[in-house]
């Protein structure tokens, strides 16, 4: 029988660095969406660290839902729950959350994904609440490396709507959903930990 579970080569290396920044970042008790939980295997990983964060996967993809949900069956753990579908640009659920992560998701999806993800969040997470980024980003225009550049031109390559983003148009539109950015952390292979809280001072005018 064929195995659903996928395995991302990034996530063994990236995980524990990641966790490190979560625990600092947030209460021993959260309500955590995972949104583009890909194959799961950090869903499992930090779940699985944290039993007091309550882990909630998703994913738009039909493959990466069933691998999500076949490495939480192998793991059984308690506090990780069956992954749901979502698409950041479609409806989010409407439990609040005092987090929300997304690895991997801005540059390998259109700029509409990520102003979706930031409105999302921004209404999704408490007070307080936490929007925590991970990927690479450039800097004042720059790439922070030369493989990140070659990365970019690849990505466009792909889909001229991908490439890595400008942290600093990612914090000015977080900011209109009320998320401010607390914290960048440098991160290994050129990546970033990008963590914003909810101010709870969104700067769009409500629609009627
Ligand atoms: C590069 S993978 C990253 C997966 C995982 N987070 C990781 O780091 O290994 C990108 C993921 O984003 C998901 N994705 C793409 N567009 C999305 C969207 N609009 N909303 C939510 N997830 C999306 C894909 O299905 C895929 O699982």
């Known amino acids: 029988m064929n195995d ?11 995980r524990q660095p990641i966790l490190e920044i979560l625990q600092r970042v ?25 039993p007091g964060w309550r882990w909630q ?6 493959r990466a839902l069933a691998s999500i949900a ?22 989010w659920p409407s439990t609040p959350f005092e987090a929300v992560v ?21 209404d999704a997470l408490v007070p307080g609440g936490v929007l925590f980024l991970y990927g690479p980003f450039r800097r004042e225009g720059r790439h922070t490396a030369p493989s990140n550049a070659t990365f970019d031109a ?18 000015a539109a977080a900011g209109r959903h009320g998320l401010k ?4 952390v440098t991160m290994p292979s050129n990546n970033l930990s990008l963590v914003f809280r909810q101010s709870g001072q969104s700067t769009l005018i409500p629609a009627r």
């Open 154 to 171: 690849d990505l466009r390559a792909r889909d001229p709507r991908w490439g890595i983003r400008d942290l600093e148009e990612v914090t």
């Open 4 to 14: 659903p579970r996928l395995q991302s080569p990034a996530v063994a290396r990236n």
């Open 102 to 122: 997304a690895i991997n998701l801005l540059h390998i999806s259109p700029w509409a994904a990520t102003e979706a993800l930031l409105a999302g969040a921004g």
């Open 57 to 62: 996967p998703s994913d738009p993809s039909p």
């Open 181 to 184: 950015l607390d914290k960048v």
């Open 26 to 50: 947030l209460p021993e008790r959260a309500r955590v969406l995972e949104v583009a939980s890909g194959s799961g295997e950090h869903a499992v990983y930090l779940a699985g660290a944290t």
């Open 70 to 91: 076949a490495w939480r069956e192998a793991a059984g753990l308690a506090n990780l729950l069956e992954p749901v579908e979502l698409d950041v640009t479609g409806d």
